[in-house]
Every structure is written in C-alpha cells, then in structure tokens.
C-alpha cells in the first residue's frame, strides 16, 4: 500500500477549517503509488484528492504545485491544488507537506488502443506548450547525472551480461548532448497509471511530482515507451504513429528532434530501468509496495538498439 503518514478523520475535520471546500463526509487512503501519501478526501462540496509528500520538501514542492495551477489555468486538465484561507496552496500536516487538489473524473485505462494514444499525443502537446509560459525551474533530478551515478551502486546485484548492457548504455548517452532541442516543462512520467480517461475521453493528466525543465522529445519518448509498448517489450507501431501525429499536429517536431528519436527512446528506457533496478535492490526502509520489474525496460531498451528508429517516427 501507499498511505506511509496516517491522517485520522478527526484530523482531517480539524485541517478543513482552514478552507472555503466544506465538511469532512469521507477520508479514504489510495493505495496506488509509491512516493508519496494520497487520500481521497469528499467533503460537503465536492471531491478532492488529498497528498502529503513523504520526499519532497517545503523549499522543493513550489514547482510542482505551482505548475499544476499554471496548467490548469490554461485548460491542461490536471489537478488544481486549492488554497486554504490564508491564501496558502502548501500547508504542514502530521509532520509532513501537503496539498489538496481537486478530484479528477475517470479511471486509468491499462490496456490503450491507438484512439487512446492519439488523444495523449495531443494533450502532451498542449501541455508542452502552455509550459512555454511557467516561470518556474526544476533539474531534472533524474536526468543524465542521476542515472551515471546511480547505475554503478546497482552492478553488483546484476549478472555480468546485464550489468555490461546497462554500463555501455550509460557511456553511449554521455556522448550525446541536446542543448539545441525544444526544452520547457515536462511531467517526465506521463505513464498510463498517470493519465484518467472520463469515457472515451481524457479527464485528466496526474501525479506532476517527477515534473521538470528538460527536453520536450524526452517526454515525448518517456510518454510513447510506455503507452505503446507491448507486452515482450517491443512498440507497437500503429499505437505510436497514432500518438506521435496527434502530437505533431499541435507542436510540430523540428528536423533536429527528428534525427534525436532514437538516442531519445533508448535515454528514457534508460531512466526507468536504472531506477526501477534502484528500487529492487535499495529499497527505502519505509517502502511497502512491491518493486516493478526492471526486466521491462531492459527489454524496451534492448529492443531500441536493435531497431531503426525511423520505424517509429511520423
């Protein structure tokens, strides 16, 4: 499970003073997730989704909440966190920081269609560029610099073979450099689990907290690796033409993202690989939920070095 800080209801009763959103009528924990804690919070007036951050500090969450309310002031569907009386979007609760944003309508769809896909490339597109506009700056905190100091803490637990494939693909992006892409805010993990379709619609994107300033394509990359992906590993091209026209639509790519593609689709398996090997191997003493397989993006990766990459692109 996922609820790491306990808030009672009586708790909950005493915090919602402090808003303009009603009464506590129900308090219930989510147990999907793995970084922080989330409650589904109903209240007299509506439904809400209450977090409290069990990583993120007080100095480091203005980004992301922020870029939530600056999303959603442009029409992106996201969460937008409310504010309390005095005005604060941020506020301390059992010890830890936290928000409570509005409550978005759907479900996750785990098994998409090209439909499915199309209607992400679009909504990433839109979201790419009402980004242009938000003054805030993040790292990436799981970019080039994390993976390169992270692998080597992760070799010793892996089989020679697999331990090399991880370390020549560690030296194959560090001779890579995209200074000159598109860059601005980006979700960076826009997986399914991440995005709730209201029927056959988006209702909404979720769960900003890996969010960042980085390469428009990474995300883009990120985003297809997982929605597009097939169970052994492979992409699904007619799923991955779909998404990535819906983008090109509404942002077009330039020649220069076009000729990244490849080294862009290898980078983001890369990045989940890495970190779900982290995960296995060197757990938080906290941690509840079960490790995801890392196996997965090795076969997403092993499957882009083999590929042209052109096979996948619009």
Same mark, same amino acid.
């Given at each position: 499970m996922s609820v790491f800080t306990t808030v009672t209801p009586d708790e909950m009763s005493a915090r919602l003073k402090h808003y303009?959103?009603?009464?506590?009528?129900?308090?219930?924990?989510?147990?999907?997730?793995?970084? =922080?804690?989330?409650?589904?919070?109903?209240?007299?007036?509506?439904?809400?989704?209450?977090t409290l951050? %069990?990583?993120?500090? #007080?100095?480091?969450?203005?980004?992301?909440? !922020?870029? #939530?309310?600056?999303? @959603?002031?442009?029409?992106?569907?996201?969460? @937008?966190?409310?504010?309390?009386?005095? =005005? %604060?979007?941020?506020?301390?609760? !059992?010890?830890?920081?936290?928000?409570?944003?509005t409550r978005l309508a759907g479900e996750s769809v785990m098994e998409p269609?090209?439909?499915?896909?199309?209607?992400?490339?679009?909504?990433?597109?839109? #979201?790419?560029?009402?980004g242009q506009t938000y003054e805030g700056r993040m790292k990436n905190l799981r970019g080039p610099e994390w993976w390169t100091s992270t692998a080597p803490e992760v070799y010793p637990f892996m089989a020679p073979a697999d331990a090399e494939l991880l370390r020549n693909e560690v030296h194959f992006q560090s001779q890579h450099r995209f200074d000159k892409l598109p860059v601005g805010a980006i979700h960076a993990d826009l997986f399914r689990d991440?995005?709730?379709?209201?029927? %056959?619609?988006?209702?909404?994107?979720?769960?900003?907290?890996f969010a960042c300033n980085d390469v428009l394509l990474y995300d883009v990359a990120i985003t297809l =690796?997982?929605?597009?992906?097939?169970?052994?590993?492979?992409?699904?091209?007619?799923?991955?033409?779909?998404?990535?026209?819906?983008? !090109?639509?509404?942002?077009p790519f330039s020649d220069a993202e076009a000729n990244a593609w490849g080294v862009m689709l290898r980078a983001a398996a890369l990045r989940f690989w890495t970190s779900r090997l982290y995960d296995l191997h060197k757990p938080r003493p906290a941690e509840m939920?079960?490790?995801?397989?890392?196996?997965?993006?090795?076969?997403?990766?092993?499957?882009?070095?083999?590929?042209?990459p052109k096979t996948l692109w619009i």
């Amino acid at each position: 499970m996922s609820v790491f800080t306990t808030v009672t209801p009586d708790e909950m009763s005493a915090r919602l003073k402090h808003y303009s959103i009603g009464s506590l009528v129900e308090l219930k924990g989510i147990l999907a997730g793995i970084e =922080n804690t989330n409650y589904f919070l109903t209240t007299s007036h509506g439904r809400y989704v209450l977090t409290l951050f %069990e990583r993120l500090t #007080m100095q480091e969450l203005p980004f992301y909440i !922020n870029l #939530m309310s600056h999303l @959603a002031r442009h029409g992106i569907a996201c969460p @937008a966190p409310i504010a309390n009386l005095r =005005n %604060e979007l941020l506020t301390e609760l !059992n010890g830890k920081p936290s928000v409570i944003a509005t409550r978005l309508a759907g479900e996750s769809v785990m098994e998409p269609n090209a439909n499915h896909c199309a209607q992400i490339g679009e909504i990433l597109a839109e #979201m790419h560029l009402a980004g242009q506009t938000y003054e805030g700056r993040m790292k990436n905190l799981r970019g080039p610099e994390w993976w390169t100091s992270t692998a080597p803490e992760v070799y010793p637990f892996m089989a020679p073979a697999d331990a090399e494939l991880l370390r020549n693909e560690v030296h194959f992006q560090s001779q890579h450099r995209f200074d000159k892409l598109p860059v601005g805010a980006i979700h960076a993990d826009l997986f399914r689990d991440n995005v709730l379709f209201d029927g %056959e619609r988006v209702g909404g994107l979720i769960d900003f907290y890996f969010a960042c300033n980085d390469v428009l394509l990474y995300d883009v990359a990120i985003t297809l =690796n997982d929605w597009c992906v097939q169970d052994n590993g492979d992409i699904d091209p007619v799923r991955a033409h779909a998404m990535l026209q819906a983008y !090109n639509a509404v942002r077009p790519f330039s020649d220069a993202e076009a000729n990244a593609w490849g080294v862009m689709l290898r980078a983001a398996a890369l990045r989940f690989w890495t970190s779900r090997l982290y995960d296995l191997h060197k757990p938080r003493p906290a941690e509840m939920n079960k490790p995801k397989d890392p196996a997965h993006f090795q076969r997403v990766l092993q499957h882009h070095i083999a590929r042209d990459p052109k096979t996948l692109w619009i």
